[in-house]
């Protein structure tokens, strides 16, 4: 709930989740997921009242003399479901991570590669489309699939189509481990998520996250932040 001065526990500006997320991890420039990195545990920026206002500014005003925007603080029916979403989101991921590690000896985002590529024409995909997919920086991807190559599970190879492509491509090991894994993966979600929820409960979930997936994936294609 928000405090008495009306800051938000979660610490989010403007009352929403921080907007690019990648396969259940920390978004980027925040502590836990949820805390951006220079406020305190409660929410309220560093160097600003408990109400929000930067110190040595009056109300509604910012450091530069302009006029800031009043935040739109999450409401007592709007932050249990705030605080709902971010506690599921990291129990959920963490018995995934648990069992991937346990079963297969992979992070949850390696598993996701692998995945991915099973499902894909000929067990390939373009380093760049795979980076689109999951939803990764280039560079995080290359870190993965680098990980991924000296393990035996994916190779790189030149795109026919294009000489400046590269295919991220799955190996035998590599389907041997997505094997492994698989199973207990469908375990745990079914368990912990699927099996929790009633077939209406599932149809609200799966239509609310649909409308919030489109709102980020349009903000990130024009480079909002």
């Given amino acids: 709930m928000a405090d008495p001065a009306g800051a938000p526990a979660s610490g989010a500006p403007d009352g929403t989740a921080p907007s690019e997320v990648a396969d259940g991890t920390a978004p980027g420039g925040t502590t836990d997921g949820a805390t951006p990195g220079g406020t305190t545990d409660g929410g309220t920026p560093r160097g600003t009242t408990d109400g929000g206002t930067p110190r040595g500014t009056t109300d ?12 739109v603080w999450l409401d007592d029916e709007e932050m249990p479901t705030w605080l709902a979403f971010l506690e599921v989101s990291h129990l959920l991921e963490r018995a995934i991570e648990q ?19 099973g499902s894909a024409d000929g067990g390939a995909m373009r380093m760049s489309d795979l980076a689109d997919v999951i939803i990764v920086s280039r560079s995080g991807l290359t870190y993965q699939i680098t990980q991924l190559e000296r393990a ?15 295919l991220a491509a799955l190996t035998s090991a590599g389907r041997a481990a997505l094997s492994r894994a698989a199973p207990g993966h469908v375990r745990v979600v079914r368990e912990f998520l699927i099996d929790a929820l009633t077939s ?8 609310g996250m649909a409308v919030a997936r489109a709102r980020l994936r349009a903000a990130r294609a024009g480079g909002a932040r």
Avoid: N, W
């Fill in 60 to 71: 509604g005003a910012t450091p530069g003399g302009g006029v800031a925007a009043t935040p």
């Fill in 99 to 117: 069992q991937l590690k346990r079963d297969a000896g992979l992070s949850h985002a390696q598993y996701e590669i692998l995945s991915r590529l």
């Fill in 152 to 166: 035996g599970l994916v190779r790189r190879e030149k795109c026919p189509a294009d000489d400046r492509g590269v």
């Fill in 200 to 207: 209406a409960q599932r149809a609200g979930l799966r239509d």
